[in-house]
């Protein structure tokens, strides 16, 4: 009896894993924790019904202590609240990790997840593709819709007017940022929706690559050209190039399809420069040495090394607001963090707290290389859970994605993935399986 009571809760967790990656980028921020959340109960009831132990794998358990370190940064935080909001979030973010790695148990679970992820990219490109369209045509229009989600925005920020001082003051903005001339598709700014975009190019090109299927090649290309398109209209410098590594790294496919991926990368490239010119010719203002970005970010990161000179080894606290309200009021610079996901994590937890992020890093890697090793399959899925994960790490190197609960999210479910896709594979049949084909 118990083990159909679990083999009925597995079945609905095939049912919900892909729906997870379909909805995730399309939702709002404020939603989509809800839908893994929710799975990740189904994940412990259903291990609770057959007397299973926990299975994090050496992957989660980095994760755990790398979390572990972030609460003994608490305790020297000058921001309690703040510190107990980065952990919460990473408490959250462990559990969609967890429910990623224990509920995609099997090659059909992780293809569908796969395809409704470079769905949800295409879609997500479309909107705001549309977005910068509409734009173009009435601008009154185009800020109703931009971000997609705006209307619920708009009820947040009359929530927190009538929110305690004490909570407010601890936020790095009480209202929503403006991107009228970017496209921010389903997210709250266009470096989010950008990031997010890069890390689905992978499993967009992954239908195109790798399926058998003549239809889901061509909506896989469809979708991975809708999706560049949205980096495109995000008018994120950094993104654009790093969706540019990202295919470089997918060229690992090797022989035709590499070949493939090349020439739709010229077509897409192309299409760029001649429909969205404009897009170019913002990427080569990095050369000019007065970009407002580039300047911006070269006082802010003085700034940073200054802090972490202060205090290299534990840092100052866990919490954004620690490093905030130093960059505020000691060096005068009004952002409210590193703008890179090392010196975020330096800054707040010190060296320690960056090896041990950095120790998550090369346990997936490590992973990914021994799937590739394997061939057949594992390979493909090796080389497109590392790139989308390579994504993340290189958009992390411009901006500070661990704040963003929507590139945070889909950055557990890749490490979730791969660890259900590496335990998937040290099966000595599946091994044979792969190696076979």
Known sequence: MKNLLAQQKTNKLATLTPLVFLLAALLPDYFTPVITFIGFIYVIRNRARISSKPNFGALGISIVVYIGWMIVGMFYSSSLLSSAASIALWALMLSIYYYASNSAHSEDVIDSAIYFGGISAGIAG????????????????????????????????????????????????????????????????????????????????????????????????????LAAG???????????????????????????????????????????????????????????????????RVALWDGIFDMIKQKPVFGHGTGFDNVRQMLHNVYEVKQPHAHNI?????????????????????????????????????????????????????????????????????????LGLSQAVYMLYSDNKIHTEGENK
């Open 342 to 414: 090392l010196l975020e994590a330096w800054a707040e937890n010190g060296i320690i707290g960056v090896v041990l992020f950095v120790a998550i890093l090369v346990i997936f890697f490590v992973n990914m290389v021994k799937l590739f090793i394997k061939g057949g399959k594992a390979r493909s899925y090796s080389i497109t859970l590392f790139a989308s994960a390579a994504g993340f790490v290189l958009c992390g190197m411009t901006d500070c994605l661990f704040y963003g609960v929507k590139p945070l999210q889909f950055f557990m479910l890749i």
């Open 126 to 225: 479309a909107i705001g593709i549309g977005q910068m369209v509409l734009f173009h045509i009435n601008t009154d229009l185009s800020n109703l819709f931009n971000p997609f989600w705006h209307f619920i925005n708009v009820i947040i920020e009359k929530i927190i007017e009538i929110m305690p001082e004490v909570l407010t003051s601890k936020l790095q903005s009480t209202t929503f940022h403006s991107f009228e001339t970017r496209a921010c598709s389903t997210f709250t700014n266009p470096l989010f929706f950008a990031t997010v975009e890069v890390m689905l190019l992978p499993f967009a090109a992954y239908l195109f690559l790798c399926s058998p299927n003549r239809k889901t090649r061509l909506l896989g290309l469809f979708c991975f050209l």
């Open 230 to 296: 949205g980096i495109a209209c995000s008018y994120s410098r950094g993104p654009y190039i790093y969706a540019a590594l990202v295919c470089i790294i997918l060229l690992l496919h090797g022989g035709k399809k590499a070949l493939k991926l090349i020439g739709i990368g010229a077509v897409a490239l192309s299409s760029v420069m001649v429909f969205a010119s404009g897009t170019v010719k913002r990427l080569f203002t990095l050369l000019s040495g007065t970009d407002v970005s580039v300047n911006t």
